[in-house]
């Protein structure tokens, strides 16, 4: 398995938006976004100026059904 990298999160929005996700709501400083046709849902929060952290990532990608590995490729 790769290491994940450390990334903001516009870029895990982008890799969401590659996926298929759309932004359903925000809620906060939390983005909801889901997948129109898995029905599957993913929360990213969004702190301007700070990055997400491993395991934050790791926790998103994995509601997100989305493996590290594929997460690298996309980026």
Avoid: Y
């Avoid at 398995?1 to 870029?11: Q, T």
């Avoid at 709501?25 to 898995?38: A, D, E, K, N, Q």
């Avoid at 700070?50 to 994995?62: P, Y």
């Amino acid at each position: 398995m790769p290491k994940l990298p450390v990334v903001s999160a516009r870029k895990l929005i982008k890799v969401l938006r590659k996926k298929g996700f759309e932004l359903d709501h925000s809620t906060g400083s939390h983005h909801i976004f889901r997948h129109p046709l898995t029905k599957l849902r993913a929360s990213v929060p969004i702190h301007h100026g700070k990055d997400l952290g491993r395991g934050l990532t790791l926790a998103i990608l994995k509601d997100a059904k989305i493996t590290p590995k594929e997460f690298v490729t996309l980026l």
